[in-house]
């Protein structure tokens, strides 16, 4: 069994059990073995980069250095602590002097930044230690005639050169990991374009503006549901239509599921043990479709 | 004060003062071509926001502009204009170099005060409430891990990252 430390974060476990329990139970069936370690703290994502990059990359590389101690990989789920931690990972492995100035600052916390482990998404766990050979066996619920338009977000892809996860201009993990459920991954206008989840409490009205456009486009396309990898992403779609619906009087009705989510219900997990009423958007369309 | 001049040199230091932060590195290599705003979410629905015109701006010494302004607020930090710069320029990292500068000069927006405050205090910008933590027994979740919260707040010290936020509190 392949055996990883989960970098939770903040906002899953403040806001979205769905992801929470929908990842973890798929993992766990496929093999994976997630281990809860003591003392992580916030990742220091984007909102704590514009605050202070130094400090952000310093608390990153504390985390990694307490997956160090307990000798494991570190796994994401939240797009913004893959952004984060794997862009401190391989920026302090590969540069000597930055990596010295971090590890002063970690001193002081009792840490040293070794550069020993990896930091990946969890669909590069579904890739590379389950396998798409033995995903697509372990589907017991295909989810066939099921139109699922993907949705990357930013920062699971971008900055390319640091987070490595897949062609940041046309990427296909995502709508592999959707087909190999049985579903169809839809093409839609603007597929990599932000959701605007990090301008909202800042610009709601320009977050909402990017957001529309987004439930706008894979409406068209005809998509059943939006499939995502980031809570900001989730928050900015699903939430974001109930204000889009008062703000704009447009109602999308666009269940916004998770990855993960679809992915648990294919493997035959039963959607009441998965808190899907954490949604805003109804998800009984797509209940009903798998069922 | 002779505030000419102290504007002179302002504009003098302010491109090496963003230049020599973290993210800022990769600022002069810029020749203005536009990849970045036409790569832009942003800039298509508004036009207070262009990341080709406040590297500009930058880069001709206008730091009140640039710092106390909105602008450098507005990038939603998709990296497209990063990814596509043909001089390499590190935009988005730029503008993340900038928004630091801002923040030591007291310009800061409250939802980032918030995202602050809320990592001294507990060691996540998104706060568990206990709710949350309780309810995660009869959802058949583990139980939360206590956050390293006093190594955090170590390492704050050692980076200033906990006096920014106190020169916010008493301003």
Not at chain 1, 18 to 38: F, H, P, Q, T, W
Not at chain 1, 96 to 117: H, M, P, Y
Not at chain 1, 247 to 266: C, G, I, K, R, T
Request: neutral net charge; glycine residues 6%; proline residues 5%.
């Amino acid at each position: 069994m392949t055996s990883y430390a989960l970098f939770l974060g903040c906002t899953i476990p403040a806001r979205q059990p769905n992801y929470e329990l929908s990842a973890r139970k798929a993992l766990a069936k496929l093999g994976i073995k997630l281990v809860d370690l003591d003392n992580l703290t916030c990742c220091c994502p984007p909102p704590v980069q514009s605050v202070d990059l130094e400090t952000s990359l310093a608390v990153a590389a504390y985390n990694i250095c307490l997956a160090e101690e307990a000798n494991l990989d570190l796994v994401t789920l939240c797009s913004g602590c893959f952004e984060s931690l794997a862009m401190a990972n391989v920026m302090l492995k590969s540069d000597g002097e930055l990596k010295t100035k971090i590890n002063g600052i970690l001193g002081q916390a009792g840490k040293e930044f070794l550069g020993s482990k990896e930091v990946k998404h969890y669909l590069q766990v579904l890739m590379e230690d389950v396998g798409i050979d033995h995903l697509r066996k372990s589907v017991s619920k295909p989810l066939s005639g099921l139109k699922v338009a993907a949705f990357y977000g930013c920062h699971a892809l971008r900055p390319s050169e640091h987070l490595k996860l897949d062609d940041p201009e046309r990427p296909s993990i995502l709508e592999k990991v959707i087909e190999t459920l049985g579903a169809e991954s839809v093409e839609y206008r603007n597929k990599l374009k932000c959701c605007g989840g990090l301008l909202r409490g800042y610009s709601d009205d320009l977050a909402l503006e990017l957001a529309r456009e987004k439930l706008a486009n894979t409406s068209k396309a005809g998509a059943d549901c939006i499939a995502t990898l980031c809570p900001f992403c989730f928050v900015a779609l699903d939430i974001g239509q109930i204000q889009i619906r008062s703000q704009f009087n447009e109602a999308y009705d666009m269940p916004v599921l998770h990855y993960s989510e679809l992915l648990a219900l294919a493997l035959g997990i039963d959607p009441e043990e998965l808190e899907l009423k954490t949604h805003k958007v109804k998800t009984d369309k797509v209940i009903g479709k798998i069922r | 004060m002779g505030s000419a001049k102290d504007e002179k040199s302002a504009s003098l230091t302010f491109p090496n003062a963003v230049r020599s932060r973290l993210g800022g590195e990769t600022i002069s290599l810029c020749y203005q071509c536009g990849t970045c705003a036409s790569s832009c979410p942003v800039a298509k629905i508004t036009a207070s926001f262009n990341p080709r015109e406040l590297i500009k701006l930058s880069l001709l010494g206008e730091k009140d502009e640039v710092i106390s302004g909105d602008a450098i607020w507005l990038c939603c930090s998709c990296y497209n204009c990063q990814e596509r710069c043909p001089q390499k320029v590190e935009i988005a990292d730029i503008m993340y170099a900038l928004r630091n500068i801002a923040f030591k000069e007291g310009y800061i927006p409250d939802i980032y005060s918030e995202f602050a405050s809320a990592l001294l205090d507990d060691g996540r910008i998104v706060k568990v409430s206990r709710f949350m933590e309780k309810r995660r027994p009869s959802l058949g979740l583990p139980p939360l891990q206590p956050t390293g919260v006093d190594d955090l707040r170590k390492i704050l010290s050692a980076t200033g990252f906990d006096k920014l936020q106190k020169k916010d509190e008493t301003s």
